[in-house]
């Protein structure tokens, strides 16, 4: 067998190369995706991989852990600084797992729970009708006011006080105004309820202070590591709550997974390095004003930016009622133009979810790579070009080169 996947297995190594190429020619906009440092990637790729740790650092199941204990140790401690947080578990396998860990530590199946319902911007595990969140418990969702598609805390608190929850949910995976972790916890006291802040999307912000930290408010605190952490894909759970932390340990092993990726732990720890960086707060600030001015191009375009804008990184457009195309047609346009972006449904959507009416678009990935305003409304241009000439293939084929052209000056650094 060759050392070499080039030699020993040509059809993997040819899929690996057709995703680079891919990666590199065209412009990423998913708002969940980010492009990982060499580093973070070494230490995913180590022989790490190898090693079996069921349990936690030096409570293993297993012989010869020092090393990964060290690793996991110092992924936990530099997670509590970068959150400035008591209690971590870093072994989550992705955020949903860290969800369904983080509400079975708070409350029994059959329960009530209250989440933001998936067609205003939130999760699946916030209590959707497919996921466990909607099976394993009686889930109720909040939605976004209908004129201003924002955060209505005098309507969820209203709902809350009808439902009587036992646990609420904020944090969202579409939604582009900050998210006011006090009101929620006024909301929780007043109907004695617990509450859990996923922060998936805006961790890296709330990391830098670009976004208000829920840490203080809320009982349970998950996210993942890969969207603007710009980490490997995992999840985490945090909680200044001691006696919560040995249910959530629980919950996490052996309540849900089996032995921990510890190659993606020391991964993370590298990323929570990172993160603690001055460079990473640099980054964080380019890439909200990076969204700004994306969101204000589209504007002043006429499209229907919801909300009139963002406060973070992302920001969603109903390109139906802007230029009468669906958000599948707008996705499938813009990928063949080598811009990547996703199909949303928006609040009150009138099209089905894998259709939809908007799309969602992020600026995290390719203010990784280096774009700054000026190319993220060079892109936004791009986008509106496409959509004028939508029948027109040879220009629609001139823009995807000029997609390449520009992209070859934000090399990826692999
Ligand atoms: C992305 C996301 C998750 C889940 O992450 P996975 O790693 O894909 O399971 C959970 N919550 C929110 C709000 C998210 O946006």
Do not use: W
């Amino acid at each position: 067998m060759s050392n070499n996947l080039r030699e020993s297995d040509q059809q993997v190594f040819e899929i690996l190369s057709a995703e680079r190429k891919r990666q590199q020619e065209s412009t990423e906009l998913i708002a969940s995706e980010n492009f990982v440092s060499p580093m973070v990637l070494q230490a995913q790729g180590s022989i790490l991989t190898n090693k079996y740790a069921e349990g936690y650092p030096h409570h293993r199941y297993y012989g010869g852990c020092e090393n990964v204990d060290d690793v996991e140790n110092l992924a936990k401690e530099r997670l509590k600084q970068l959150f400035n947080v008591k209690y971590v578990n870093v072994q989550p396998y992705s955020g949903s797992i860290a969800n369904c860990a983080a509400i079975r530590s708070l409350i029994n199946h059959g329960d009530k729970l209250l989440g933001m319902s998936i067609n205003a911007g939130g999760h699946l595990t916030h209590g959707y009708s497919l996921s466990f969140s909607g099976k394993d418990y009686e889930a109720y969702g909040y939605d976004v006011n209908p004129k201003t598609y924002r955060l209505d805390y005098e309507e969820v608190r209203q709902l809350a006080l009808k439902i009587k929850p036992k646990l609420i949910i904020c944090g969202a995976s579409a939604y582009s105004r900050e998210i006011d972790f006090k009101k929620f916890k006024e909301i929780a006291d007043e109907v004695d309820s617990y509450l859990i802040a996923d922060i998936a999307h805006i961790a890296g912000l709330v990391a830098t202070g670009y976004h208000n930290s829920p840490i203080e408010y809320c009982d349970i605190i998950t996210s993942t590591t890969h969207k603007t952490l710009r980490g490997p894909r995992g999840g985490i759970i945090m909680t200044n709550d001691e006696e919560l932390a040995k249910k959530i340990d629980k919950n996490v092993f052996p309540g849900l997974q089996g032995g921990p990726l510890e190659h993606v732990i020391a991964a993370k720890a590298v990323a929570f390095k990172e993160d603690l960086s001055p460079e990473f707060k640099t980054y964080i600030g380019q890439v909200v004003k990076n969204a700004k001015a994306m969101a204000d191009e589209f504007i002043s375009m006429n499209y229907e930016v919801l909300t009139g804008g963002t406060d973070n990184h992302l920001f969603l457009i109903d390109i139906l009622r802007s230029k009468g195309i669906t958000g599948m047609e707008a996705q499938k346009l813009l990928e063949s133009i080598n811009i990547t972006a996703n199909r949303n449904s928006i609040p009150f959507d009138t099209q089905k979810p894998y259709i939809s009416s908007g799309i969602r678009i992020g600026t995290p990935a390719m203010t990784t790579r280096g774009y700054k305003e000026k190319e993220f409304i060079t892109i936004a241009h791009y986008i509106d070009d496409a959509i004028n000439h939508k029948d027109d293939l040879k220009y629609l084929s001139s823009l995807k080169e000029q997609v390449i052209e520009l992209n070859k000056h934000f090399p990826l650094p692999y």
